[in-house]
């Protein structure tokens, strides 16, 4: 879900409140997939849409002004601050409001809800497959999207209205970083996101520097039951991992969202397995579950998904919270 909406063979699964609904949006998002709300449907190896990487856009001589391409291969024109912002996605509205750039931003995705301040905009619906009318309709003067294959006609159709469209895709903390540095750049705050990106590296490394010397703990990241899917090592969150003491069973696999069998996960024999709150409860009550040993030990851990499950100016507080699950003796700053 760097990351918002995900729909392995397009399963439907009811969100009942707007704190889960967003914790789960960023769950899909790290996965790269589709909601059902949003009638999108697409085969699991699409998830793995091709992309510019960060480096080669960072790298790329495509635009003037230095920042390169987007992830659809566009050129980022920051020649001028937007005034009027419809970020449609939960990571980058973050961002916005982090970096100062809050009162620029005129609409969000229904899915966005951090910080508290972004409930108060105008919620234009959904960040895949967006209703182009409806975002016209704010008069931005920039709309940054998600990277989703789904999202290219919107993207199209924006900008032959002559709106500047930056579509980002957050799956690594690289790219979390390159993400904050176009979104400063665009919004006419480069010294703040530089300054950001310094304080988010600076508490992941006091995390991996207290880390250094333990004995890792092996990790199964669960994100889907039906069918069953890991965090895989081109995620960030396995990265998170990494940094807090862990292994991830599945981080020699590229892709961010792999789909697993349980006969392999048996075999891997994680020492914990990390979960969302309800997906705890639902796999300590499954007798099938049992057969693995994290479970019969009881060291299926509950993470705080608001801090873990989006790429944000919080993963520095998301590793710190990972450390202290997988360590608890340990003494995390």
Do not use: K
Request: with cysteine; charged share 25%.
């Amino acid at each position: 879900m760097s990351a918002l909406f995900f729909q392995p063979a397009s399963i439907v699964r009811a969100v009942t409140t707007v704190v889960v609904a967003a914790a789960t949006a960023s769950l899909m998002l790290v996965a790269g997939c589709t909601p059902r709300e949003s009638s999108a449907s697409r085969e699991p190896h699409e998830r793995q849409e091709s992309r510019p990487s960060a480096r080669a856009a960072v790298d790329s001589l495509g635009a003037a002004d230095g920042l390169g391409a987007d992830d659809y291969g566009a050129p980022i024109d920051a020649s001028r601050a937007a005034r009027r912002i419809v970020s449609l996605n939960p990571t980058t509205t973050e961002i916005l409001f982090a970096l100062g750039a809050g009162r620029q931003v005129v609409g969000r995705s229904r899915w966005d809800q951090w910080p508290v301040e972004a409930r108060t905009l105008p919620e234009l619906g959904d960040a895949i497959r967006p209703s182009v009318e409806r975002v016209l309709a704010a008069t931005p003067d920039l709309v940054v999207l998600y990277a989703s294959g789904d999202n290219r006609a919107a993207a199209s159709a924006l900008a032959a209205a002559g709106v500047r469209v930056v579509a980002l895709r957050v799956d690594r903390i690289a790219d979390f970083e390159r993400c904050v540095r176009v979104l400063g750049a665009v919004s006419g705050h480069a010294d703040a996101a530089r300054l950001a990106i310094d304080s988010v590296t600076r508490s992941l490394e006091s995390v991996r520097t207290a880390m250094r010397g333990l004995t890792r703990v092996s990790v199964f990241l669960h994100v889907w039951a039906n069918p069953l899917m890991a965090i895989g090592g081109g995620s960030f969150m396995s990265e998170l991992v990494e940094i807090a003491g862990g292994r991830n069973v599945y981080g020699e696999m590229a892709e961010p969202s792999p789909q697993v069998s349980f006969e392999d996960l048996l075999r891997r024999d994680p020492d914990a397995i990390l979960a969302g709150p309800l997906e705890v409860a639902r796999l300590t009550r499954d007798p099938r579950w049992r057969a693995l040993r994290a479970v019969r030990e009881g060291r299926v851990l509950a993470y705080d998904t608001s801090l873990v499950a989006r790429a944000s100016m919080r993963l520095g507080e998301g590793a710190r919270s990972l450390a202290t699950l997988l360590h608890p003796s340990a003494r995390v700053p």
